[in-house]
């Protein structure tokens, strides 16, 4: 295959530089600082977990030209900034398929209107990571593969060659038969998450420390996904099920507060709640509009969704405020 890797941040870099040490024909799309830092240093990996660091010098572009040709693009991108890569994808015609690699609740539909349902795949990245300098440090996700599927079926040929291909990379990939759903579970997952760390200011050794914020946590993740099972979606991961199901609630909140406690809990989820906040209103503003999630449906979830407002509310402001300054 010959692929781009659209957008060079910490998933992209990941993606990229481990597809193309695999072997395969890859280039990345950069843009800015990023692009220089790139063609002058490559891409900088630091495995957390062994502290091993690789320098890849994956071929770097700056632009996604309509008659550039490319077999799939990889897009990486958070949901906030999807809106800003579209016009370029849909207009690169020569791109046999699109597998977009986002949050997202309120289906396909803006995807599908601007690259085709004929090319749009839909994944979601099995790593955690952060990028310090032009080191990106990440973290593999035992629990959480890299999960690709059409946006609805069974995994077509396409997508078997996909994951053959990332896990040749060194990638763990498991295979949805409804991704478009898979996405709207994870997204009423991740949001409570947020919406907790966001409760204890992002800061998640205050929050493994507060009962209250744990209960509420558990309570809305528990809602969230019940609400979704009214919707007629297919049940969760078999992870999820076990956890907010088959546990009882106090199992669930001591697993969780010890998880919260841990490196784990910064790695995983504390380090992109920090920087995400943007994406998570609008994950979150997505998932209140869906039929059935509301206040009086899921009053724990929409406390979470809450505080992401508030988060973002203060974020926003700060951001405004620097911009002025400056």
């Not at 990996?45 to 091993?52: A, C, F, N, V």
């Not at 991961?237 to 609630?249: E, G, K, T, V």
């Not at 994950?283 to 449906?297: K, M």
């Amino acid at each position: 295959m010959k692929i781009l890797v659209y957008g060079a941040g910490v998933q992209g870099a990941l993606y990229g530089a481990r597809l193309f040490e695999a072997g395969h024909d890859v280039s990345v799309l950069a843009r800015g600082l990023r692009l220089a830092d790139l063609r002058a240093q490559g891409i900088i990996l630091e495995d957390r977990m062994s502290k091993r660091r690789t320098v890849t010098r994956v071929p770097i572009v700056d632009q996604l030209a309509p008659c550039d040709e490319y077999d799939l693009a990889m897009v990486p991108v958070r949901r906030e900034q999807i809106g800003d890569v579209l016009p370029a994808l849909s207009a690169a015609r020569g791109i046999r398929s699109v597998l977009f690699m986002h949050n997202h609740a309120g289906g396909s539909d803006q995807l599908v209107a601007a690259v085709g349902r004929e090319r749009v795949l839909l994944g979601f990245a099995g790593a955690s990571g952060s990028r310090q300098g032009n080191v990106v440090k990440y973290l593999l996700i035992p629990q959480q593969p890299t999960t690709l599927g059409e946006i609805e079926g069974p995994p077509t040929p396409r997508i078997r060659e996909i994951a053959a291909m990332l896990k040749e990379s060194g990638f763990n990939v498991a295979l949805s038969q409804n991704m478009d759903a898979w996405l709207k579970t994870h997204a009423v997952f991740v949001t409570a998450v947020c919406g907790a760390l966001y409760c204890a200011g992002a800061d998640y050794y205050q929050l493994a420390r507060s009962s209250e914020t744990m209960v509420l946590f558990v309570n809305g993740v528990r809602e969230g996904l019940r609400s979704l099972r009214t919707l007629g979606l297919p049940p969760p991961p078999i992870n999820l099920r076990a956890i907010f199901d088959w546990m009882p609630r106090g199992i669930a909140i001591a697993y969780w507060r010890r998880f919260f406690a841990s490196e784990r809990g910064k790695h995983y989820f504390t380090e992109h709640a920090r920087v995400a906040w943007a994406e998570m209103k609008m994950l979150s503003d997505e998932i209140r509009a869906l039929r059935g999630i509301g206040a009086s449906a899921a009053p724990s979830f929409d406390l979470l969704c809450g505080a992401i407002d508030a988060y973002a509310g203060r974020m926003s402001a700060s951001t405004v405020n620097l911009g002025c300054a400056h």
